[in-house]
């Protein structure tokens, strides 16, 4: 009986040993895996792709030890664990996974797969690294709003300039003919994107008929080229009348054209030619815009009007027609000559008249004094008439001759 309890205790301390060296080993080796574990760090970026692009998700581990990696959604919804497809969507491909790295890619990316991606390497504890997904939202193609065909000479117009679903919000701008100009920008958010609108306000005139407005739209996602939409104006005005001719100094015997050009939208057509305000003579042949002289003679002087009108107005415009004499301006030296002389004559004649009227009035001051001679210095009255006749006496010594 003491024998047996011997063998059994001897056992019982043989098995206590070993369970011992057992679990020692097993603590040894979770604590050596437990240091290994600490130098593992799950290495991920952000990223930032256009709407609609590929995605592509990378987790890289130095040194791995053959944990798994894992890829969660902003939901927390496992996508890949390791090589193994957890959601079902087929957007969601894998492109490599190994100890050290595990990659997935996401196709036809929307603006709702945007937020934080979680990578987790499980060791004890687990590890975890997270990445921003960032997707930008295309702009629209922009619409203009706000013309009526047609504008009137002198209306007020407002053109509006509409895109929507840009992420951030995009930029608008407007042109004239490839000349800038300034709108007014308005932005309003609307979920995760904004509607961008910018209004320009005209006075139209006739320089703004056949005018270009284009709204261009700038945005980062639209890397290679932009959004743009042009409208062409037109605008009704009434008629300007012009009258070309085709010789400057028109003479007996040649040909002479005249071409009425009236501009206004819409176009004045057909036009009315008068001359001094009847019809034309036969001889003078009309064709629509044109009047045409084949040989002119002198009964074709007049004033020529061409008048144009639409429902927006008339208008017209005159050409005097004077026939040009080359003869007759022959004798136009010699007119200008006797002209000349006759003004010298006049004027040499009305130099001898002012001269010899101021001599006169000189010579006849002169007599008037002499005259009154001795009645300064007379007493009195009969004095002064008696030296006066005195005066006269002499005074018919004297002789005064008026030339």
Known sequence: MMVKQHML???????????????????????????????????????????????????????????????????????????????RDNRIELVRATSQELTISISEVTLGDEGLYTCSLFTMPVKTAKAFLSVLGVPKKPEINGF??????????????????????????????????????EVNASGKTFTVKSSLRLQVDRQDDGVAYTCRVDHVALTATHEETTQVLEVHYAPVVNIMHSATLPQEGQYLKLECVPQGNPSPDPVRW??????????????????????????????????????????????????????AQKNVPDHALIGGVVAVVVFATLCLIIVLGRYLARHKGTYLTNEA???????????????????????????????
């Not at 930029?171 to 800038?180: A, C, M, Q, S």
């Not at 300064?376 to 004095?383: G, I």
């Open 148 to 185: 009526t065909k047609p504008a009137k000479e002198g209306d007020q117009i407002t053109l509006t300039c509409v895109t929507s679903g840009s992420k951030p919000a995009a930029d608008v701008r407007w042109f004239r003919n490839e000349k800038e100009v300034k709108g007014a920008k």
């Open 274 to 327: 008068t001359k001094d305000g009847g019809v034309p003579p036969d001889h003078i042949i009309v064709e629509g815009r044109e009047l045409t002289f084949t040989s002119l003679n002198k009964t074709d002087n007049g004033t020529y009007r061409c008048e144009a009108n639409n429902h927006l107005g008339t208008s017209h415009a005159e050409y005097k027609l004077v026939i040009y004499d080359p003869n």
């Open 373 to 403: 001679k001795g009645a300064d210095d007379a007493p009195d009255a009969d004095t002064a008439i008696i030296n006066a006749d005195g005066n006269h006496a002499h005074a018919e010594e004297k002789k005064e001759y008026f030339i």
């Open 9 to 87: 205790f001897t056992l019982y301390s043989v098995c206590g040993i070993v369970l011992k060296d057992i679990l020692a080993v097993s603590v040894a080796a979770t604590k050596n895996k437990v240091r290994g574990a600490q130098g593992q760090v799950p290495l991920v970026q952000n990223m930032t792709v256009t709407e609609g692009g590929i995605a592509n998700l990378t987790c890289r581990v130095e040194h791995n030890d053959n944990t798994s990696l894992q890829w969660s959604n902003p939901a927390q919804q496992t996508l890949f664990f390791g090589d193994k497809k957890a959601l």
